[in-house]
């Protein structure tokens, strides 16, 4: 399998990459690969492997993936993805799967789709990007040993003691929905991970994201909430609003985001914009 490296996140899966990397080898005869514990060796790695390497496979959850693909936006190169993580949202949405000898086809295959990204004050997000309620239970959950039922115990804690964030539109056309919020949500594909889906008609491939609002709603609708969440069948009601939009500029009250699930500090203005079709992506099966 030549011209294919896989960048493996050690801290993903439990820390369980092993076992992957084990069948991998099996499979494969002398792959290329990088075991990282940094950023800066990620970059480091796909610079080093730029020019003879067509297909980069994020192993890992969806900031893994994230990372990868900053250095592959806007290139030739082609993302693929073995997902490892706690959520897998963006893996979910592009139909990768756990299955190393599917991947492995899909990379023989080579089949491509070109999808969107976008950008929160110039940094890169593929998936679902927050503040508010969402970005505070990021910076909460990294302090845990993840897992989605660590996740929902830290929303629950979080949901009776967080107040509402204020937003402020700075694009005129929006400047109506200015107001306070339980979170700010932008979305390129449809769901958080865990098949949460926040955004269910958003679209990766339609040079727009939706601004997700949502109110801090009482505790008698969270059910209801919920439900409609897990079930694709959220809608604009009296608590949710979505925006669709290619770009938007607001300032919000927190400096608490999270980037496809990786906490950020982030300064008001905050300028959204879509990158259109700036990835290339290995097309799964449909």
């Given amino acids: 399998m030549k011209n294919v490296a896989f960048i493996i996140n050690p801290f993903s899966a439990k820390k369980n990459y092993g076992v992957f990397l084990s069948a991998l080898k099996k499979k494969v005869e002398n792959p290329l690969f990088y075991v990282s514990e940094s950023i800066e060796g990620t970059f480091n790695f796909i610079d080093d ?16 993936i994230s990372t990868v693909s900053q250095k592959l936006i806007q290139t030739d190169k082609i993302l693929a993805i ?8 963006f893996s979910k949405e592009t139909k990768f799967s756990k299955n190393i000898d599917e991947l492995l086809t899909k990379i023989k295959a080579r089949k491509i789709k070109e999808i969107d990204t976008f950008t929160v004050n110039g940094k890169l997000s593929i998936n679902v990007s927050g503040t508010g309620f969402d970005g505070k239970v990021v910076k909460e959950f990294e302090k845990t040993d ?21 937003v402020n539109f700075l694009t005129a056309d929006f400047q109506q929905y200015n107001g306070k919020y339980l979170m700010l949500n932008i979305a390129n594909t ?15 491939s339609d040079g727009l994201v939706d601004v997700v609002l949502v109110k ?23 608590y949710v609003t979505y925006l669709p ?10 400096t608490n985001w999270h980037l496809d699930g990786e906490f950020n500090k982030i300064k008001s203005p905050i300028s959204i914009k879509v990158l259109p079709k700036s990835l290339r992506i290995l097309q799964g099966f449909l």
């Fill in 49 to 64: 492997n730029f020019a003879t390497v067509d297909i980069f496979v994020a192993v890992g959850g969806d900031g893994t």
């Fill in 82 to 89: 073995f997902p490892a993580g706690s959520g897998n949202g």
């Fill in 146 to 166: 993840r897992g989605f039922k660590n996740y929902i115990k830290v929303s629950i804690q979080t949901f009776f003691n967080y107040k509402p964030i204020k």
């Fill in 190 to 204: 449809r769901q958080f991970g865990n098949n949460a889906y926040i955004a269910p008609n958003a679209s990766k």
């Fill in 216 to 238: 801090k709603f009482p505790i008698t609708y969270s059910p209801f909430f919920a439900f409609r969440m897990f079930t694709k069948r959220l809608k604009d009601d009296q």
């Fill in 245 to 254: 939009v290619s770009e938007i500029d607001f300032e919000v009250s927190t």
